[in-house]
């Protein structure tokens, strides 16, 4: 252990903090220990990573001090914001803040900060291609995390900036998964017309993320995107009929209708695969597969997510 490059891990208990834990602890032999970051050193999840040979700390993002303190002595941080709690994009830049400054002053030489685009540097907020949210935001849980993105390179804290794409996952968790329509047939709704979406498995962002750790230096200061797969709606519809082994259609909304929902967020995302659609070859082009299959040769594509996870979706 005395040996082993500590990386600390925000966002352990969860999805992609969970994943990067996971992937060190799966490789003894690779030089590298996780420190998993949770408000609750005693909860089940975290009991779980303490079991798998994870070290325990407890801090909250939204208190600086016990961030630095989760932070000291560790070569490498992955840190993660999380939106969806508050839905908060002032606090989602405050938390960003905490842990780049915690960073810096525990003298962290790697940190991978799990980013987005700021849609504004390609939709301004004069753009009325899609409404302005929250007085100065077009998609901001987007947004948030592309402004503080700056946060890291003004203190000149050593980062790779780690673009994410959609979890297949959403499918299972986020109530995006098929849903039977008027007529009884399975449908997945995504204001995305015919253009690609780039997903990937919640778990293999972690896994990537400790490609790029092994790495070393090579990714400091550079911006790198990860996806399993770019995907149709049409493509993924389909690929979800085979693996269900009952028809799921694709339904294309247009992302006016897709904002109005009505659930919490929908506006949001309604922007936020509008502007995937609209910018699909910067967007998809941010995040090159090969890339990503460098860092993860064992990154799952969609059909192989569903082999894994298809008895995890909610069906009605
Ligand atoms: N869903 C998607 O398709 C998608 C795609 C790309 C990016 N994202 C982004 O992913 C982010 C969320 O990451 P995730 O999916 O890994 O989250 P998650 O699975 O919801 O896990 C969040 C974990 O973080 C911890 N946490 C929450 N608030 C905290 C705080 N104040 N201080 C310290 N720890 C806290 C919680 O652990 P404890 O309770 O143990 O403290 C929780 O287990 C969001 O910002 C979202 O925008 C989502």
């Not at 030489?109 to 980013?115: A, E, L």
């Not at 090579?218 to 993924?236: C, R, Y």
Request: net charge neutral; charged share 25%; proline share 5%.
């Amino acid at each position: 252990m005395a040996d082993k490059k500590i990386i600390a891990v925000v966002g352990a208990t969860g999805a992609q903090g969970g994943g990067v834990v996971r992937a060190i602890l799966n490789d003894p032999s690779g030089g590298f220990a996780a420190r998993a970051i949770t408000r609750d050193v005693k909860s089940g999840k975290a009991r779980e990573l303490a079991h798998l040979g994870a070290e325990l700390v407890a801090a909250d993002v939204d208190d600086e001090a016990s961030i630095k303190k989760a932070f000291e002595g560790a070569y490498g941080a992955y840190c993660v914001t999380f939106f969806w709690a508050h839905f908060s994009p002032e606090k989602e830049m405050a938390e960003a803040q905490n842990m780049a400054k915690a960073a810096k002053a525990a003298g962290v030489q790697h940190v991978i900060w799990s980013t987005l685009e700021d849609t504004r540097q390609w939709v301004p907020l004069s753009d009325n291609r899609m409404p302005t949210l929250m007085g100065k935001y077009k998609v901001p849980h987007f947004d948030a995390k592309g402004e503080s993105n700056k946060v890291f390179t003004d203190l000149d804290v050593p980062t790779t900036f780690l673009l994410t794409s959609f979890y297949w996952d959403n499918l299972i968790n986020f109530g995006m998964g098929p849903k039977k329509g008027p007529d009884g047939t399975l449908a997945i709704t995504l204001p995305m017309g015919d253009k690609k979406l780039p997903g990937i498995a919640a778990e293999d962002i972690g896994k990537c993320a400790y490609g790029i750790f092994k790495k070393g230096r090579e990714f400091i200061g550079k911006t790198v995107g990860v996806a399993g797969g770019h995907l149709t709606g049409a493509q993924m519809a389909a690929t979800l009929t085979q693996a269900l082994g009952q028809e799921v259609r694709y339904n294309d909304v247009p992302p006016e209708v897709y904002r109005g929902f009505g659930f919490p967020g929908a506006e949001d995302l309604g922007n936020m695969f509008q502007f995937k659609r609209d910018f699909e070859q910067v967007f998809c082009g941010a995040r090159n597969l090969d890339v990503a299959r460098s860092l993860n040769p064992a990154m799952l594509t969609f059909e192989a997510w569903l082999a894994k996870y298809k008895g995890r979706i909610p069906l009605e």
